[in-house]
Nanobody
Framework: QVQLVESGGGLVQAGGSLRLSCAAS????????MGWYRQAPGKQRKLVAR???????NYADSVKGRGTIARDNAKNTVYLQMNSLKPEDTAVYYC??????????????WGQGTQVTVAS
């Protein structure tokens, strides 16, 4: 009922930048929060950044000062701008969206993941 389409991953040199995008569509009445998580090989999936419908944000300590999350409410889209990338940022990045469907039920949805590889 909710589809997430991610884009923007790829290979980047250390010190470089990239911008991830995630567009949500489907039977969405409202979105409560949108965020990005990442999972490195052999490690647990962890929060990178999250933004609420009111614009409140929180970031993992590891990306504070280097990452910026933003959302376009009209397009149900969330963006993650990452600067000064480090090899340790290499991971699969997943978009996450929480909200309410038109039938009144809550939902949480995950994207398929996009690979980000930072070369040293």
């Amino acid at each position: 009922q909710v589809q997430l389409v991610e884009s923007g991953g790829g290979l980047v040199q250390a010190g470089g930048s990239l911008r991830l995008s995630c567009a949500a569509s489907g039977s969405i009445f409202s979105i409560t929060a949108m965020g990005w998580y990442r999972q490195a090989p052999g490690k647990q999936r962890k929060l990178v950044a999250r933004i609420t419908s009111g614009g409140s944000t929180n970031y993992a300590d590891s990306v504070k000062g280097r990452g910026t999350i933003a959302r376009d409410n009209a397009k149900n889209t969330v963006y993650l701008q990452m600067n000064s990338l480090k090899p340790e940022d290499t991971a699969v990045y997943y978009c996450n969206v929480d909200g309410v469907l038109f039938d009144g039920s809550d939902f949480t949805s995950w994207g398929q993941g996009t690979q980000v590889t930072v070369a040293s």
